[in-house]
């Protein structure tokens, strides 16, 4: 097997949940969460087990990064910024540094 370790349930699980609550109708409505833990806790064959665990761990890694990219375009794109930091802090995340630094 390549690539990252599998990540366990319980840690997809705690990460889906995590971001469920944020969403405006995941907070409100606890159908989303009941679902969620109606199919985390429901048996799997000992020959899916693993297919459905990789695809817990997949769409964790999927929300997480939803919201990274989220949070990047609002600091990056928003007007948290002026232009002279926006280009000061591209230069730093490829090792550059502006004159006068």
Known sequence: RHGPPMATPAK????????????PSGSQDPTYHAEVMRQFRTPS??????RHTQQAADYARLI????????????WAGEKMTQEERIRKTGELVGFKLPGE
């Open 12 to 23: 997809s699980l705690r990460t889906i949940l995590r971001y469920l609550k944020k969403l």
């Open 64 to 75: 997480t990064a939803v919201h990274e990219q989220k949070l990047l375009r609002a600091d």
């Open 45 to 50: 064959p000992p020959e899916m087990a693993e």
